[in-house]
């Protein structure tokens, strides 16, 4: 599924294309995504003028002058195509706006979601509602690790993936940044040492302006909306690469499972 960076990368791509435009013309070519679109979607959309296309957590904003914000989900294999050549059975959204620009929310899994709300209301969407501060935004830093690891049993990983505390971590950036700041994924919070989370509290938004330097990592699904691929994954230091020789020590890369999800780390270098 993609996270912050893939996000970022989507919704950077979105700006030129949409802001300041007028959606002439939005085409649903079914019913629903993961839920039913807002009936009144298209009639709402048609007409308006996009004043900002950003990201909250891992969702993508997209706001109009009529005082709607459109929140985009892409779920696991949700990609916006920019100029399509042709519209496939998966380009489940059409938009077209008055520069003679189309964009397609394809969904082969159909995991995505489009709603839309009232700007002023947005924050309360079930979706936004309790999402903790942005980790590449001025409230982060080793003052809200300090308060969130604080008396915590929870291992380091399940804290920075809680998005209550942190909005927007995923599971392959928050192993990459454990591996940089030498935090064991299963330590619990509470006994990090106060160097290892200043250490986190860097090593988490550089990971993550590093991800989005380099347009995400495609593992599967992620492109940018004119059909680049990431290619982070090539920079990983841990993640996916069990077996493989710690790019610091030369100890194999080892592998756990934590709430369902694989952690990778350096036996030697975590701690």
Same mark, same amino acid.
């Given at each position: 599924?993609?996270? +912050? %960076? $893939?996000?970022?990368?989507?919704?950077?791509?979105?700006?030129?294309?949409?802001?300041?435009?007028?959606?002439?013309?939005?085409?649903?070519?079914?019913?629903? +995504?993961?839920?039913?679109?807002?009936?009144? +979607?298209?009639?709402?959309?048609?007409?308006?003028?996009?004043?900002?296309?950003?990201?909250?957590?891992? !969702?993508?904003?997209?706001?109009?002058?009529?005082?709607?914000?459109?929140?985009?989900?892409?779920?696991?294999?949700?990609?916006?195509?920019?100029?399509? $050549?042709?519209?496939?059975?998966?380009?489940?959204?059409?938009?077209?706006?008055?520069?003679?620009?189309?964009?397609?929310?394809?969904?082969?899994?159909?995991?995505?979601?489009?709603?839309?709300?009232?700007?002023?209301?947005? /924050?309360?969407?079930?979706?936004?509602?309790?999402?903790?501060? $942005?980790?590449?935004?001025?409230?982060?830093?080793?003052?809200?690790? /300090?308060?969130?690891?604080?008396?915590?049993?929870?291992? *380091?990983?399940?804290?920075? +993936?809680?998005?209550?505390?942190?909005?927007?971590?995923?599971?392959?950036?928050?192993?990459?940044?454990?591996?940089?700041?030498?935090?064991?994924?299963?330590?619990?919070?509470?006994?990090?040492?106060?160097?290892?989370? /200043?250490?986190?509290?860097?090593?988490?938004? *550089?990971?993550?302006?590093?991800?989005?330097?380099?347009?995400?990592?495609?593992?599967?699904?992620?492109?940018? %909306?004119?059909?680049?691929?990431?290619?982070?994954?090539?920079?990983?230091?841990? !993640?996916?690469? $069990?077996?493989? *020789?710690?790019?610091?020590?030369? /100890?194999?890369?080892?592998?756990?499972?934590?709430?369902?999800?694989?952690?990778?780390?350096?036996?030697?270098?975590?701690?």
């Amino acid at each position: 599924m993609p996270e +912050l %960076p $893939e996000v970022e990368t989507v919704m950077r791509g979105l700006s030129p294309v949409w802001l300041g435009q007028r959606f002439t013309r939005v085409t649903l070519n079914r019913g629903d +995504l993961r839920r039913p679109f807002p009936q009144d +979607l298209g009639q709402r959309l048609t007409g308006a003028t996009v004043t900002a296309c950003r990201r909250r957590a891992k !969702y993508g904003l997209i706001d109009t002058d009529r005082g709607d914000t459109l929140i985009l989900h892409l779920g696991m294999s949700g990609r916006m195509r920019v100029d399509p $050549e042709a519209i496939g059975k998966h380009d489940h959204v059409v938009f077209e706006t008055g520069n003679g620009r189309v964009v397609a929310f394809n969904d082969a899994r159909r995991f995505g979601s489009l709603d839309l709300v009232a700007t002023a209301d947005a /924050t309360a969407h079930p979706l936004l509602a309790g999402i903790g501060p $942005e980790p590449l935004g001025p409230d982060f830093g080793a003052v809200l690790l /300090t308060r969130a690891f604080a008396d915590r049993l929870a291992p *380091a990983k399940a804290l920075l +993936l809680d998005q209550r505390l942190i909005a927007g971590l995923g599971n392959i950036y928050v192993c990459e940044a454990l591996f940089r700041a030498g935090i064991h994924p299963a330590r619990a919070g509470g006994t990090v040492a106060a160097a290892r989370l /200043t250490s986190l509290a860097a090593a988490v938004p *550089a990971v993550l302006e590093e991800a989005i330097a380099a347009g995400g990592s495609s593992l599967r699904d992620h492109a940018a %909306p004119d059909g680049t691929l990431g290619y982070f994954q090539k920079a990983f230091h841990v !993640y996916g690469r $069990e077996g493989e *020789a710690c790019v610091t020590c030369d /100890t194999l890369i080892a592998r756990i499972v934590q709430s369902g999800r694989s952690s990778f780390f350096c036996p030697k270098c975590q701690h």
